[in-house]
T-cell receptor, first 115, second 114 residues
């Protein structure tokens, strides 16, 4: 069964710190990997998408990397701010051989940035 | 584009009643997905359509759940009869399979079955 795991489940850091969120997946046959942000009671906001052929993507203070061979991705947040507090979800679009599947999600990392 | 639009945003119903959730995907997208989010299980894929055709419904929990996509701009997820354990947030998402397949999500429908 294809699975996505996120570590840590929760993280609390002071404002201004750089931090890394981790995501691992069980199958290297993927189409892409997406990182989402979810605020309490809200929907999912797409942050970054890394295609299977790419190694990393950057958007502002966010940088996501992908290592397919080891089944890992990281989301790096630079100079964290209280507004970054949210749950961050890693999702993988696996290639089942018959085409792209829907997204398989990790359980998320609940991030709190202390002012 | 207004993004993926789901209705209703909130639904409270009594056990045994029929519930219908609605989704309008982003115009031009040809894949549509229904997900369910609970505290215990996180986000789970229920079913997805490609070009209005159901491709994989292995995530649909029981026969009480059914989904349709009569055209490219509308989909429904129906639960009949509803049970308290169906209480969750249901998300619809869409993407375009000819591109990078980035998925865009609606705001969700929070379903409470009492």
């Amino acid at each position: 069964k294809q699975e996505v795991t996120q570590i840590p489940a929760a993280l609390s850091v002071p404002e201004g710190e750089n931090l890394v969120l981790n995501c691992s997946f069980t199958d290297s046959a993927i189409y892409n990997l997406q990182w989402f942000r979810q605020d309490p009671g809200k929907g999912l906001t797409s942050l970054l998408l890394i295609q299977s052929s790419q190694r990393e993507q950057t958007s502002g203070r966010l940088n996501a990397s992908l290592d397919k061979s080891s089944g890992r991705s990281t989301l790096y947040i630079a100079a964290s701010q209280p507004g970054d507090s949210a749950t961050y979800l890693c999702a993988v679009c696996f290639d089942s051989g018959g085409g792209a599947d829907g997204l398989t999600f990790g359980k998320g990392t609940h991030l709190i940035i202390q002012p | 584009d207004a993004g993926v639009i789901q209705s209703p945003r909130h639904e409270v119903t009594e056990m045994g009643q029929e519930v219908t959730l609605r989704c309008k995907p982003i115009s031009g997208h040809n894949s549509l997905f229904w997900y369910r989010q609970t505290m215990m299980r996180g986000l789970e894929l229920l079913i997805y359509f490609n070009n209005n055709v159901p491709i994989d419904d292995s995530g649909m929990p029981e026969d009480r759940f059914s989904a349709k996509m009569p055209n490219a701009s509308f989909s429904t997820l129906k639960i009949q009869p509803s049970e308290p354990r169906d209480s969750a947030v249901y998300f619809c998402a869409s993407s375009f399979t000819g591109g990078i397949m980035e998925a865009f999500f609606g705001q969700g429908t929070r379903l409470t079955v009492v």
